[in-house]
């Protein structure tokens, strides 16, 4: 509603002026004389005031009124009306009496008239200043579910980063899309983005686990066969561990090959059997393993080096099957196997199916450095659900080689640098 006063030298005219602005649904709310302020004023003709007020009706304005806002317009029209209708009762009812109210007291009807007009505007005023705070309370309400929603949706756009930044490091849409869901129901409303970084930085590295090394036996010595495809890196995998048992830890360890297949295999990891004054020995059957037990049972570890075959190949992977259950019941032993990072996924599941169908192992990564991208090892743990153990990112013996690091690794999933 709007309500406003216009001037003119008479009431006819001052209503013209109100419809020319306002337009022809003006409401006249109360008509009085305007006292001149000037000093010359005096001398020029009197000039009479109009109050009067419209109701908005455009659907704009309509939609965006509340409805406690359109009760309080219907009540102030029904006191300004109120009001109007018994000013104009009183003062007729004066000038019937001769000027005198009910009280006693006598008033002029100029004085009447200033009185009551003084008290009518004084209420217009308050009303419209009332009503302007009314209409406003929606324009702010509405801004402040806008700032709301377009925090959300800056959240939203987060969100759809971290997703994107997943699947362009190659975790599998199945698993980024877990991912993302889980965290979205733990956000708070309009948390920031720290908050919400943080979240999926500390899901994604309680998905990968702690990692699991070798570990030494309860009693006697432990054998501990690496299996995976060929062209892995089990060989100079196996020598890196047996160097930090030898030299870091002072274990005692001896090295055998199964790989009877790659006379190359075979001399290079007796080269570093040499270098690391370990005993070394290949094993053409499952007795000379057992042979061995006997020999190095007062060793710390038996590291077992395994032919490389084709997950495909079931003569191979049955005989793979013999050797490493050869020693059950003997001694205790762990399976590691051995990927390469650089694998495409859908490979890696199918030699993940493949040797789990022989026992159970944990994970070794290798070949890091020959990547950019770190998603499979994500993939593989989800899938598999074994510990990652260990993970290799070159070809230098001792070093290139280090327990593997959920926050590290995170760290590149999300886009930053290691």
């Known amino acids: 509603m709007i309500i406003k006063k216009f001037l003119g030298k008479t009431e006819a005219e001052a209503i013209e002026n109100a419809k020319k602005e306002l337009g022809a649904n003006v409401v006249v709310m109360n008509v009085r004389n305007a006292k001149r302020k000037g000093l010359f004023d005096f001398f020029k003709p009197q000039m009479v005031e109009v109050t009067v007020a419209l109701e908005e009706e455009t659907p704009a304005a309509e939609d965006t009124v509340s409805a406690d806002v359109k009760a309080a317009v219907s009540a102030i029209n029904e006191v300004v009306v109120s009001s109007i209708n018994n000013a104009q009762t009183a003062q007729m009812e004066s000038r019937q009496t001769g000027g005198l109210l009910n009280t006693g007291e006598e008033f002029s009807d100029k004085a009447f008239d200033k009185k009551e007009n003084n008290a009518i505007e004084e209420r217009l005023d308050s009303l419209q200043s009332l009503l302007e705070q009314q209409l406003q309370k929606p324009e702010e309400e509405k801004k402040e ?60 590295i309680l998905k990968f686990g702690k990692p699991v090394g070798i570990t030494p036996s309860e009693k006697g010595v432990k054998v501990v066969f690496f299996v995976g495809p060929t062209g892995v890196g089990k060989t100079t995998t196996i020598a890196k561990i047996a160097s930090r048992f030898q030299v870091d830890d002072k274990k005692k360890v001896a090295l055998l090959t199964a790989d009877t297949y790659r006379i190359a295999a075979a001399e290079q990891l007796r ?60 001694v205790e032993k762990e399976v590691f196997l051995v990927l390469s990072a650089t694998t495409k996924y859908k490979d890696l599941i199918n030699i993940a199916d493949a040797y789990k169908e022989m026992a159970d192992y944990k994970l070794i990564f290798t070949k890091l450095d020959e990547t950019t991208t770190l998603g499979n090892l994500l993939n593989l743990k989800l899938y598999t659900g074994a510990a990652l153990s260990y993970v290799t990112h070159g070809q230098n013996v001792p070093d290139d080689i280090e327990n593997f690091n959920p926050q590290k690794t995170v760290k590149r999933l999300l886009g930053g640098k290691s």
């Open 145 to 204: 579910e806008e700032k709301k929603e377009e925090k959300a949706s800056e959240t939203d756009k987060f969100m759809k980063l971290l997703h994107s930044t997943m699947l362009e490091n190659e975790v599998d849409e199945v698993y980024a899309g877990q991912i993302i869901e889980e965290i979205e129901k733990v956000n708070k409303p309009n948390s920031p983005f720290d908050f919400a970084l943080a979240n999926t930085y500390q899901k994604m």
């Open 271 to 330: 080269t570093y059997a040499n270098i690391l004054e370990v005993p070394f020995r290949i094993v053409y059957a499952i007795e000379e393993i057992e042979q061995a037990l006997v020999d190095f049972k007062d060793y710390d570890y038996i590291l077992v080096d395994t032919a490389g075959h084709s997950y495909q190949n079931t003569a191979q992977r049955e005989n793979m099957n013999r050797f490493i259950h050869s020693v059950d019941g003997l």
